[in-house]
């Protein structure tokens, strides 16, 4: 599962022996009107889990949501990356924002402006991290935008899940590695390392799945 509003080609290097594993990337749907993130789960399950047991992965929200599919269906291994397991894990700015209700007045309909700005005199680096934003972020949709930073926000996990594998980078500025406990550290790993250190991931989380753990 990608991340806030992220559509799954950002798993488009992630490979894994395919005599092993089917990989279903799963996408964002639209949320009905006032949807908890819990039923939002359920309807994902129902939609997409044929097979039992399988191996749930996902990136930043996309972590929260697998965490909470995983309550509805049979799993062999759950694994989040650049996310967050609990609730306390949350910066604090993300806290703050939450207690003081700010995120309910945020203007995500200005991420529609993003293909606009390119029309703009900006630099070559601004116009690249617009090409990335175009490439990777494609669902704008305003209801789901309102929707998803209030659940990420107002998540309310106390414990972690029994069993989960974290992997985070130490250099996360969505979710720094100071807040987050018991986890996978990767060097130099950023919130979007799931792009830039695929050749990790590639090695690594076929181990993870079958182990569930790194042998070192």
Not at 79 to 95: C, G
Not at 102 to 113: A, H
Not at 120 to 144: A, H, T
Request: net charge positive.
């Amino acid at each position: 599962m990608p991340g806030m509003a992220a559509n799954p080609s950002i798993f488009e290097r992630i490979e894994l022996p395919k005599d092993k594993y089917q990989i279903i990337w799963l996408s964002w749907k639209i949320p009905n009107k006032d949807e908890p993130l819990s039923s939002y789960a359920k309807r994902m399950v129902e939609e997409v889990v044929k097979n039992e047991p399988i191996v749930l992965i996902g990136v930043s929200f996309g972590g929260v949501l697998v965490e909470e599919m995983s309550k509805f269906v049979t799993i062999k291994r759950l694994i989040i990356i650049s996310s967050v397991k609990t609730k306390h894990e949350l910066p604090r700015r993300m806290k703050i924002a939450r207690d003081t209700g700010v995120y309910k007045i945020l203007p995500t309909s200005l991420l529609d402006y993003i293909a606009h700005i390119e029309k703009l005199p900006v630099g070559n680096l601004i116009r690249k991290r617009l090409k990335l934003y175009q490439q990777y972020l494609s669902v704008n949709d305003k209801e789901y935008l309102d929707w998803a930073i209030e659940e990420m926000l107002c998540w309310r996990q106390e414990e972690p899940i029994k069993g989960i594998i974290h992997i985070h980078g130490d250099e996360d500025l969505v979710f720094p590695i100071k807040n987050i406990k018991n986890c996978i550290v990767i060097p130099k790993g950023t919130h979007i390392m799931i792009l830039n250190k695929y050749k990790w991931f590639n090695k690594h989380l076929p181990e993870l799945i079958t182990e569930g753990k790194i042998k070192t």
